[in-house]
């Protein structure tokens, strides 16, 4: 006697068959490409997009931020050859000496909002502006006395 139990066979009214299965997603494919670039093409431009300000990284297709994190002034060229597009953090900076450096070998920079950088507004080296890292977290009361509460806001309501 035969003690293998009978495998399971599905039911063909339970699946469709191949070619419908076909027929399907060649029909399926172009009605959603349709719907997305006729949703595309209605959208209202996007206040926040880069390609709204002046200034800021390219928007080409062709651009791919590559930065550098805190790296020396000196080695901007090397950085550049070596395929970096970007510096992310000037080191006690900007100062215009760290600006001008970027800028002559064409470097574009992410730094602090301090006073060379508030003086240099419109200068294209800078495309955007760095913050402390978690600044509405809270801060230190100094070595050994703890932390104070998370900072607030300055404009508007949280969350």
Known sequence: ?????????????????????????????????ATSALSLADAAPDPTSA???????????????IA????????A????NAGFNLYVGLWRGPTN?????????????ICDQNEVGRRRLDDPTIVAW????????????????GYGPPNPPPHGKAG
């Not at 550098?68 to 080695?75: E, F, K, S, T």
């Not at 060229?77 to 550049?80: P, W």
């Not at 000496?97 to 920079?109: E, K, P």
């Open 1 to 33: 006697m035969n003690m293998t139990p009978p495998r399971s066979v599905p039911s063909p009214r339970h699946q469709p068959p191949r070619a419908q299965h076909r027929l399907v997603s060649a029909l399926a494919l172009p009605t959603l490409l």
């Open 51 to 65: 390609s709204t300000f002046a200034r800021g990284l390219p928007t080409s297709p062709e651009f791919f931020p």
């Open 68 to 75: 550098v994190w805190l790296q020396p002034p000196a080695r």
């Open 97 to 109: 000496a760290q600006l001008d450096t970027r800028r002559d070998v064409g470097m574009r920079v």
């Open 77 to 80: 060229q090397a950085y550049r």
């Open 130 to 145: 760095m913050h402390g890292d978690e600044p509405d977290n809270a801060q230190s009361l100094g070595p050994g006395k």
